[in-house]
């Protein structure tokens, strides 16, 4: 019997590649439930087993409890006054033992420890995977389909099972059993049941890492690749930069031939992959990424984080692109929000801005509509510029003299003391709530002008857009928006977490 417990509990240890511990200590309960059910009484029972042996002992336990406390379970609990008669070193919550005769490792007892056992495993196995797999959250990790269930791909990494959701699948993919895909370790989840490693073939981590794999010169330094972007399954973009003015990146990562690329491409179900040679000038950055497109001209507006590209008429389908798809996955790849526009487009943009900025000043300075007219010309688009460029700059001005702009820099600086007045009222009179002011990431200056236009709670922020809030505070930065943005979402996701749970 001794050898058949030693037997089983290696067995299982290396097929399950279970800590023996895990096995003895499963074998352990199910003798000590097999023990209490030979009793007629309630009692509490433990099974220790001779780890070298396989030999077991058996005890009946009793809990200590205090004196005062109500003695609701006799057959397994005692008093401690009681117990310190023979164990003067008790304490609450001890337990005093004495021994029994163990069970017979039998039919009964081992189906019970079979039970036990497998649960255990089962716990065993779930804790090793969190344990193994939760540093390599982000990784590129590969495996076989093993099968598809409810449009779901269950994936066997060699020692563990994955699910790929079908909404992070490759669309029109068609997965098969038996087919070897490579994916990014997208969560891992310490559940009780169910699956806890999800994949993603989606996201653009997964190209950036393909990449990195087979252009032997990224893994050196000699090229970075930087950032992508992609219409999964039908294109994507990615921006590289070399370290070595004698390498080119593009040509290293499309190969001889076009292999390197091609291998890629292979692995993502055939998608087409621009590679876009990087550059720290944003302006040329975006030219780089609209290729095949030319460019006539672009505008920055560093403001709204935007650019307006110009390209002439027979361009412009091919720089948009088939349904937006070049010119949404530029933006992306870019980081910068892109208007492509053609010269008679841009030139009716031009037009109306500038009469929207004569209007504004006309308005504001309470001027005529030539002195407006003069003003946007020059390129004066707000008050502050009015105020405050240097003197003579304005003087510069053919039409202006010392009088009229001494005069318009003062009505300027009245307007925006007068502004600065209303936007100090509106603060004082503005009262957030407090799970907006103790939210954190918040202070109570940018609590109240949130609150200044009708954004008080947590709530009403998370439904914002990030341009949204930045219309209310042009000065923050895009980040610190999506930030706060997010951290006011925080509930919806852990009910999102809970319901799925």
């Not at 030693?6 to 023990?35: H, P, W």
């Not at 709204?304 to 412009?316: A, F, I, K």
Request: net charge negative; charged share 35%; glycine share 6%.
């Amino acid at each position: 019997m001794a050898n058949e417990i030693l037997l089983m509990a290696d067995v299982l240890s290396r097929e399950k590649s279970v800590d023996k511990d895990v096995i003895f200590e499963a074998i352990e309960a199910a003798l000590a439930t097999a023990t209490r059910k030979r009793h007629r009484e309630d009692i509490e029972a433990r099974v220790s087993i001779h780890r070298d042996t396989g030999d077991y002992d058996a005890f009946r336990r009793w809990e200590v409890i205090d004196d005062e406390e109500e003695l609701e379970f006799p057959s397994r609990q005692i008093r401690l006054t009681q117990a310190r008669l023979d164990h003067p070193d008790l304490e609450i919550g001890d337990f005093v033992e004495s021994p029994l005769e163990p069970v017979e490792f039998g039919r009964i007892a081992a189906q019970a420890a079979k039970q036990v056992i497998m649960q255990k495993v089962r716990e065993a196995e779930r804790e090793r995977i969190v344990a193994e797999y939760s540093p390599r959250q982000g990784e590129m990790i590969s495996g076989v389909v093993k099968r598809v269930e409810r449009g779901d791909a269950v994936v066997d990494l060699g020692g563990a099972e994955a699910t790929l959701p079908k909404s992070a699948m490759i669309p029109r993919e068609g997965l098969r059993p038996g087919d070897r895909i490579r994916a990014i370790l997208r969560d891992v989840r310490p559940a009780i049941r169910g699956p806890q490693l999800f994949l993603d073939r989606v996201t653009p981590a997964l190209l950036l890492q393909l990449f990195r794999l087979e252009v032997p010169e990224a893994g050196e330094g000699i090229i970075e690749i930087l950032s992508a972007a992609r219409d999964p399954g039908l294109r994507a973009k990615i921006a590289v930069k070399s370290n070595d003015t004698k390498v080119d990146p593009v040509g290293a990562c499309v190969g001889i031939r076009g292999s390197r690329v091609q291998s890629v491409s292979n692995e993502i179900a055939g998608e087409r992959v621009d590679i876009i040679k990087w550059s720290d000038d944003a302006a040329q950055f975006v030219i780089n990424a609209l290729a095949p497109a030319e460019v006539e001209s672009i505008v920055v507006d560093e403001e709204t984080n935007s650019m307006d590209v110009v390209v002439d008429e027979r361009q412009l389908s091919q720089a948009i692109g088939r349904g937006g798809q070049n010119v949404r996955l530029a933006s992306e790849l870019t980081g910068w929000e892109i208007n492509i526009l053609t010269d008679q487009e841009a030139a009716e943009k031009a037009e109306k801005e500038s009469v929207e900025v004569r209007n504004m000043l006309m308005e504001q300075l309470d001027v005529d509509e030539d002195v407006g007219a003069i003003l946007a010309q020059e390129g004066f688009t707000s008050l502050e510029e009015v105020a405050y460029v240097p003197r003579q700059e304005m003087l510069d001005i053919e039409e202006f003299d010392e009088g009229l702009v001494d005069e318009l820099r003062r009505r300027a600086e009245d307007a925006l003391v007068t502004r600065a007045i209303v936007q100090e009222e509106a603060l004082k009179m503005a009262e957030p709530a407090a799970d907006l002011l103790e939210m954190e990431g918040m202070d109570e200056h940018t609590a109240r002008l949130l609150a200044s236009q009708e954004v008080r709670t947590m709530e009403e922020l998370a439904e914002c857009a990030v341009d949204e809030v930045l219309d209310i505070i042009p000065s923050m930065e895009k980040t610190r928006a999506e930030e706060l943005i997010m951290t006011a979402r925080a509930p919806w996701f852990a009910e999102e977490e809970e319901a799925q749970a």
